[in-house]
């Protein structure tokens, strides 16, 4: 998934876009057809896209006016992993090779389950789906030393609390 789309903007068909890809400009760009959940509403064709106070703004082809754009809300924008270039750094992932991916700490205890990668400003953050709730783990090497996709699991070595329930006052 590269994105979800949101409200319509203007008049003349546009929406905006909640990006979920490291790569809005390759994925966003003018020509590139997006897959689409639910199915029947794609594919679509990227006409142009543009950035609108912080948020991408996407018009496609065959959606003339904001009664179109407003039947796409909510509807999930995918890519075809098998169209994805391979990835050189060994460091480095699609968001679909880590979700579902079993969490679990160095000595083997069972966190969860990897349910979403979130990619802010500060730095990409793995959601853990847990049986208390979902934690949030930044995904760098000092607490996410391991991404092993053959065993389909990621070794977490946290800092003390990040995993720690929230007390309610």
């Known amino acids: ?3 979800r789309i949101g409200r319509p ?9 909640e ?3 490291d790569d809005p400009e390759a994925r966003f760009a003018a020509g590139a057809v997006l897959l689409t959940d639910p199915p029947e509403r794609g ?8 950035d609108h106070s912080g948020r991408l703004v996407v018009a496609f082809a065959g959606v003339p006016d904001r009664s179109a754009a407003e039947l796409l ?4 924008l995918l890519v075809d992993v098998r169209t994805l270039p391979p990835i050189e750094d060994e460091d480095e992932f699609h968001d679909w090779q880590l ?6 700490l160095r000595d083997g205890t069972d966190v969860g389950v990897v349910d ?3 990619h802010l400003p500060h730095g990409d953050v793995l959601v853990i789906a847990r049986p208390e709730g979902e934690a949030l783990v930044p995904f760098v090497r000092a607490v996410v030393p391991d991404v092993d996709l053959s065993s389909r ?8 609390g990040l995993l720690e329930e929230v007390a309610e006052d």
């Open 73 to 76: 809300r909510d509807t999930m």
């Open 116 to 118: 979403d990668v979130l």
């Open 99 to 104: 979700r579902g991916l079993s969490a679990v």
């Open 9 to 17: 903007q203007g008049i003349k068909g546009e929406v905006t876009v």
């Open 153 to 160: 699991r990621v070794v977490l070595d946290p800092p003390p």
């Open 19 to 21: 990006v979920r890809t």
């Open 1 to 3: 998934m590269v994105g």
């Open 43 to 50: 594919p679509l064709t990227v006409e142009v896209s543009r």
